[in-house]
């Protein structure tokens, strides 16, 4: 299994709107820190959205990533028909195996044989240029219903990329939704969190931590996928939260990425020296 980091990883260095850093990060950072990291793989997902990006500023990234032998896996939101067609070419560009999509949008939230029907329509070019779909358990359908779909769909260019915290918006833990989406699962997005009691003891907050400190149990997490022989990659994502002020959290964020990546690198399934470059 190939172990990659995610645009996602660095969300705050990016930029979410209301705070951004001085100097965002460029999906070129990205590729440069993935080579001083010594990663065979970026996923690029929609905080950089790649259909914004000029023709010259695509060529540019195509040329980073080949340059550097890095494998690159993109991502959207929005299963639309027009949004969906409009990826796959992106993929067939940059000839990404893996494109994962989280289906719903801005006031887009279609039910499940509306999605059903539109993967469908592009299965035949999905068998054709080799690109596997990876379709996200992102908060709104239970792990089930995401079986379902992948099943009426019946195409092994299609699959799940599981999140290892976002079904807790749906209402369902990592255990359960692993349970299910293990067979149907592409693409991995390893994000380690952890559940505290408020202090109130009116509630919990469910919160980010580096990979390795939480409560995810990556070696057994890799070792259940495995059996299915479908996960190509293992992604590092992180929810850092905000602290203090925004250039106190981009550090943080980048300190987070390189304990996370030391870590992930000493479980044998992936294939990684143990020790990365300088990059602090």
């Known amino acids: 299994m190939i172990l990659g980091i995610s645009s996602f990883a660095y969300g705050w260095s990016i930029g979410v709107s209301g705070n951004m850093p001085s100097t965002p990060m460029l999906e070129t950072d990205l590729v440069e820190l993935s080579s001083n990291f010594e990663l065979a793989c970026i996923q690029i997902g929609d905080n950089l959205p790649l259909h914004n990006f000029s023709d010259a500023r695509l060529l540019n990234l195509k040329n980073l990533t080949e340059k550097h032998n890095i494998r690159l896996e993109i991502g959207a939101r929005m299963l639309t028909r027009d949004n969906l067609h409009r990826y796959i070419n992106l993929a067939k560009f940059f000839h990404a195996p893996l494109l994962r999509f989280v289906v719903d949008g801005s006031d887009y939230e279609p039910d499940a044989n509306v999605i059903v029907t539109i993967i469908k329509e592009s299965v035949p070019v999905l068998e054709k240029e080799n690109i596997v779909l990876g379709i996200e358990n992102h908060d709104r359908f239970k792990a089930k219903e995401l079986a379902s779909i992948i099943d009426s769909v019946d195409n092994k260019q299609v699959g799940i990329c599981l999140d290892c915290v976002n079904s807790m918006g749906a209402g369902e833990g990592l255990e359960h939704v692993l349970e299910v989406l293990s067979p149907y699962t592409v693409n991995l997005h390893v994000k380690d969190f952890t559940v505290q009691r408020l202090s109130h003891n009116m509630g919990f907050s469910i919160t980010g931590v580096p990979a390795g400190r939480g409560m995810v149990s990556v070696p057994s997490l890799l070792e259940k996928l495995m059996k299915y ?18 250039e106190h959290t981009v550090n943080m964020e980048h300190a987070w990425a390189v304990e996370s990546i030391e870590y992930l690198k000493t479980i044998p399934v992936f294939n990684v020296k143990q020790k990365i470059k300088n990059i602090l």
Not at 229 to 246: G, T
Request: hydrophobic residues 40%; aromatic residues 12%.
């Open 229 to 246: 022989n479908r996960c190509q990659s293992a992604i590092l994502e992180q929810w850092v939260s905000f602290e203090k002020n925004i």
